[in-house]
Antibody
């Protein structure tokens, strides 16, 4: 069974950074890209970017290029997203999602990590 | 970026009914649209990709159609477990973008 396990809610101060893990299980980690998606309160989903754990390639939505960094650790089958210089605009639920094979859709999703930016 | 307009934003229906949800892209995305289901306490579920390809394990009452700029998700003979949020996503090119979602509620 494919599972993407994300961490619990985060409360962070403005200007700080947060690193969100996404632990994958039930499949060969390096065989699939991992996408990250933002869902702000009352707003639609926004694609942040993706990482290829096989060759370390990353692709970012221009909107998030200066905000997010996507990394991974193959030894623990975990993908990470670090968000920096946080503001209230970054308050949202962040999802990791496994990329479908060959095409740009997401076939399995994590449960989401809530990030609240507040002093 | 491709803008996706999803409609309606809200839909009330009864079990046994057939409903349709639409997504319109701001430019042609060929057949590359996916549909997802979102339910509280569950992870998002991929229903359909490439416009009409049913994901493995998804009941056949779900179907997708369309190409170019206009796409439709049809749920036939609604079951109680189908009342949820639905959203679409184009997967034609980067950046990937999503529709705003349709909340399907029990009438």
């Amino acid at each position: 069974e494919v599972l993407l396990q994300q961490s619990g809610p985060e409360l962070v101060k403005p200007g700080a950074s947060v690193k969100i893990p996404c632990k994958a299980s039930g499949y060969t980690f390096i065989d699939y890209n991992m996408d990250w998606v933002k869902q702000s309160p009352g707003r639609s989903l926004e694609w942040i970017g993706d990482v290829n754990p096989n060759n370390a390639d990353t692709f970012y939505n221009q909107k998030f290029k200066d905000k997010a960094t996507l990394t991974f650790d193959t030894s623990s089958s975990t993908a990470y997203m670090e968000l920096r210089s946080l503001t209230s605009e970054d308050t949202a639920v962040y999802y990791c999602a496994r990329r479908g094979k060959w095409l740009l859709f997401m076939d399995y999703w994590g449960q989401g990590t809530s990030v609240t930016v507040s002093s | 970026d491709v803008q996706i307009t999803q409609s309606p934003s809200y839909l009330a229906a009864s079990p046994g009914e057939t409903i349709t949800i639409n997504c319109r892209a701001s430019k042609s995305i060929s057949k590359f649209l996916a549909w997802y289901q979102e339910k509280p306490g569950k992870t998002n579920k991929l229903l359909i990709y490439s416009g009409s390809t049913l994901q493995s394990g998804i009941p056949s009452r779900f179907s997708g159609s369309g190409s170019g700029t206009d796409f439709t998700l049809t749920i036939s003979s609604l079951e109680p477990e189908d009342f949820a949020m639905y959203f679409c996503q184009h997967h034609n090119e980067y950046p990937l973008t999503f529709g705003a979602g349709t909340k399907l509620e029990l009438k």
